[in-house]
């Protein structure tokens, strides 16, 4: 498979976002090198996203998708990966912590054929970024999920988590929240796949800018972690 031959599917989980859809969109739109697949999931917002999206966003992705109920973040990805019909599918959150123009580092291993599963790792080569508290989660529950799935990953809760098509649309997702990340890893892991990692860039924002994950998501995680293996 060639890159400019392949087709990304790139799933954006949206709930509450009306201050970064569309500037999230503008820098997908400015990745050049293979095809793209937009689609879209707004898990029910209520800030206004909506109307963005209906008035804004319609007419730029290949499918927006509405819940009608707040599911949480492993419910929209778990929509959106059944819609997904590229060659190579990826998470894109909707805020503005990961930089689109690393899909290519990202997904190449898969185009080259090199591996079926690749994480960007935010700590694998560069420097220490967000609250410290979350940091320390991150590693807690990347080393507790490694125990149990005999993988070697140094950021397991990362968003940007690219697959092949077929090998997504196969599980079974039954985390509606962020359990969702130990969920797949475990899962992945049961199949036998080797998860490979890439360096990527990192741009935390902080609790008041809006980020969504707290305390009790992080043991939920610990709980998935067991329950899934």
């Known amino acids: 498979m060639r890159l400019e031959d392949t087709t990304l599917s790139i799933i954006i989980p949206c709930y509450n976002e009306r201050e970064n859809i569309i500037k999230i969109l503008d820098k997908i739109d ?3 090198g293979f095809k793209k697949e937009i689609i879209v999931v ?6 206004g996203t909506r109307d963005i999206l ?6 730029r992705v290949a499918k927006l998708v509405y819940h009608e109920k707040n599911g949480g973040k492993g419910a929209a990805l ?5 819609q997904a019909t590229g060659d190579v599918v990826i998470i894109q959150d909707a805020d503005l912590e990961y930089d689109p123009m690393e ?25 220490s970024k967000g609250y410290l508290a979350n940091r320390l989660a991150n590693k807690f529950l990347t080393f507790l999920s490694n125990i149990f799935t005999h993988q070697k990953l140094t950021d397991m809760e990362t968003c940007y ?5 077929e090998i997504i649309q196969s599980v079974d997702i039954e985390e509606k929240r962020f359990g969702f990340e130990p969920e797949i890893t475990a899962k992945i892991s049961d199949m036998r796949i080797k998860i490979h990692e890439v360096p990527i860039s990192y741009y935390p924002r902080t609790n008041e800018e809006g980020k969504k994950i707290g305390f009790k998501d992080g043991l939920r995680a610990i709980y998935c972690i067991i329950k899934y293996h």
Not at 54 to 59: A, P
Not at 115 to 126: E, I, M, P
């Open 54 to 59: 209906k008035t804004q966003v319609k007419e």
């Open 161 to 165: 988590k690219a697959f092949r098509r």
């Open 103 to 127: 899909y290519k580092d990202v997904i190449l291993p898969i185009v080259q054929g090199k591996a079926k599963v690749v994480y960007g790792s935010r700590f694998k080569a560069s420097p």
């Open 42 to 47: 707004d898990d029910c917002s209520n800030d």
């Open 30 to 32: 400015e990745v050049q």
């Open 78 to 82: 778990k929509t959106g990966f059944s």
